[in-house]
Structures are given as structure tokens and as C-alpha cells.
T-cell receptor, first 112, second 115 residues
Framework: EAGVTQFPSHSVIEKGQTVTLRCDPI?????LYWYRRVMGKEIKFLLH????????ESGMPNNRFLAERTGGTYSTLKVQPAELEDSGVYFCASSPSWTGETFGSGTRLTVV | AQKITQTQPGMFVQEKEAVTLDCTYDTSDPSYGLFWYKQPSSGEMIFLIY??????QNATEGRYSLNFQKARKSANLVISASQLGDSAMYFC????????????FGKGTHLIIQP
């Protein structure tokens, strides 16, 4: 089966611009998660979807971040406007249940 | 609040030796799960092994085993007969019923297997 797919794999944008990251979970996985790793820090949970509903968005840093999962399939994470501190690797993961999340390869975002 | 501590930023190990990667955790929830992930240089996060807080036996998956010591809040990963391909970052993580839905990660251990 295809794994979790994220694109782009890399993105370099200027401060103040908008970037949209996309995640395609494994087919049939209702649970979809977004995480972020800022350089030198731990990987941090951002939010969790069950199908198209946001179950937990306690990790979202601020209102410049907007995640959507229309139709319960793929998800997007938009950063608008991007700031320098948003640079990092954004991971998406999916799972059919509470355990064993499968991660994508991540999107490396650089804000300059 | 949940916390994962990995005290070994980096390790060098000779090929074919066994490796123990340390992980301690902190949570007030009685129900939780512990996970280990491997991140090779290519960047993807690979799920290795899972241990539930109520599991009586230590989890094993091929060459990976989890040394779960509940009283000490310790969940060390043991890799038997290490191989060059085991060189990677290793992350310990946990999830509990009363916490956020996502995983709480440690800072990771960079393992390098030497021939």
C-alpha cells in the first residue's frame, strides 16, 4: 500500500508569504496528525483530525496556521503570513486507530 | 503534562553488538502507550515498536525489543546484533488517554554503527 505522502518535500519562502503544505494519508486511515520539528527542538504535535473533524488542535502555535481536511481524505496546512520562526520540518502521520502512526517524509520549510 | 527524556544525544556502537537506547517518561495517566521511531538520513519516520502501559510482557519486533520498567518509568529500546543500516536518529514517544491526541517526543538519540 502507498505510504503517507507529503508535498512539497522542500519549500523556501520569504517572510510574509503564504505556504500550503499537503498531506495524503494512507487510504482508509481516519486519523490524520500534523507535527513540526523546529531545529534543535523536539518534534511537537500540532493537531489531529478524525475524518474531516478536528479532534485536537491544542498544539497549533497561533492563528497564522490553518489546517483543513475536506472530505476526510487529504489535508492541507497553510501558514499565512509565514514568519522566520515557522522554519522547520512539518510531518504528517496517519493511523487507523490510536496506536502506530505512520509518518510521511516531511516537508522542510525555510522562511527567509 | 507528559514528558519524554532521552539522555543520549549520540552513540557509537560496533557492528554486531547489542545497543540500548535510553528513554524515561513522565505522565500522571494510568493508561498510556510508548513508541519508538527510527529516522534515517532520508528523513522519513519509521515506526519500530509499541508498548502499552497495561501490557504484562515486554514488546518485541524482530531485532527490536522494549525493556519496559513501569516502576522506574523507563522504556529503553534494545537492538540486538546491530547492523550498519541501523545508523539513524531514534525517537522515543508516548501518548496517553488524558493528554493531547498526538505523540509527545523526546529529543532523540543519534546512533552510529561502526564497521
Amino acid at each position: 500500500e502507498a505510504g503517507v505522502t507529503q508535498f512539497p518535500s522542500h519549500s523556501v519562502i520569504e517572510k510574509g508569504q503564504t505556504v500550503t503544505l499537503r498531506c495524503d494519508p494512507i487510504s482508509g486511515h481516519d486519523n490524520l496528525y500534523w507535527y513540526r520539528r523546529v531545529m534543535g527542538k523536539e518534534i511537537k504535535f500540532l493537531l489531529h483530525f478524525v475524518k474531516e473533524s478536528k479532534q485536537d488542535e491544542s498544539g497549533m502555535p497561533n492563528n497564522r496556521f490553518l489546517a483543513e481536511r475536506t472530505g476526510g481524505t487529504y489535508s492541507t496546512l497553510k501558514v499565512q503570513p509565514a514568519e522566520l520562526e515557522d522554519s522547520g520540518v512539518y510531518f504528517c502521520a496517519s493511523s487507523p486507530s490510536w496506536t502506530g502512526e505512520t509518518f510521511g517524509s516531511g516537508t522542510r520549510l525555510t522562511v527567509v | 503534562a507528559q514528558k519524554i527524556t532521552q539522555t543520549q544525544p549520540g552513540m557509537f556502537v560496533q557492528e554486531k553488538e547489542a545497543v540500548t537506547l535510553d528513554c524515561t517518561y513522565d505522565t500522571s495517566d494510568p493508561s498510556y502507550g510508548l513508541f519508538w521511531y527510527k529516522q534515517p538520513s532520508s528523513g522519513e519516520m519509521i515506526f519500530l515498536i509499541y508498548q502499552g502501559s497495561y501490557d504484562q510482557q515486554n514488546a518485541t519486533e524482530g531485532r527490536y525489543s522494549l525493556n519496559f520498567q513501569k516502576a522506574r518509568k523507563s522504556a529503553n529500546l534494545v537492538i540486538s546484533a546491530s547492523q550498519l543500516g541501523d545508523s539513524a536518529m531514534y525517537f522515543c514517544a508516548m501518548k496517553s488517554g488524558g493528554g493531547a491526541d498526538g505523540l509527545t517526543f523526546g529529543k532523540g538519540t543519534h546512533l552510529i554503527i561502526q564497521p
